[in-house]
């Protein structure tokens, strides 16, 4: 009984955590095979169409050859005759949107739980960041980002992989951003900051991914995965990259806004214009 409970509970899981991925499934089964059941129809139906004119012929014309050519059925009596061969093509095609329907109101869904989730993180950490400044001081802040800053970059340089082939020692330094590491220089990261805010300003929003692909345009170093898709800023606050240690061998960089507070990348970003 425990095993059956625990197997169902995996399932019940499963089909939670991957609800409207499955939903997409079904609903494109169920258009595909509404096609092609309908293709199936087709010949069949010419054939009740045929034999509705020659039923018709017969009570008008006492089924006669000429009778027969001389009929011609409404669209009702048309749709009498065939009606039934469509009924399973109708009901999966509106089975199929209604799967559809239904995954597109999941993603909905969980895209609003998972922005207000960030708004409260970024609200959160914007009024912490506040607070310090107010009680240690703007000097004392920068001070503390620093350290934060140090301390990511020699955690990270533990086990860096060998630069690549065309690593320029001079301008080049490896980058930490969030966990990611890649190289780039830090004039570099000032370009691409100015290239991210024309894109919104043209675009009216920019995605996390199009920040990675041009702070990394190969993709080795920063591919973007589906979060990096999913989230990105608005044109109503241009993008910050902080760089917290210019001078270090490796630069920490941070998301920012215009006012020095965190700006984190927000899911939905492109459906607010």
Known sequence: MNWFTNVFRGLRGFAVK????????MGTVGVGSAVILAAKAGPKAVILTEQAEMEKAEREYGGTTMGHLMVELTWQEKLAATYKLYIPPVGLTVFGLMCFWAAHGIDLKRQAVVAGLYSTAEATLQEYQR??????????????????GDD??????????????????????????YGRRFPCSYNRIKEVQNEINDQMFREMYASEADLFYKLDPTGEWLRPDSAAKMTGW???NMLVLRVNNPSSPMLDIVYEDKNGLAYLPEPGYSQMY
């Open 131 to 148: 607070k310090v400044v107010d009680i240690l001081g703007q000097n004392q802040a920068d001070e503390i980002r620093q350290s934060i």
């Open 234 to 236: 608005t044109v109503d």
């Open 152 to 177: 990511r970059v020699q955690e990270s340089q533990r086990n860096l992989p060998p630069p690549p082939e065309d690593f320029d020692l001079g301008t080049q330094k490896w980058c930490y951003l």
């Open 18 to 25: 991957h609800a409207p991925g499955i939903l997409m499934g």
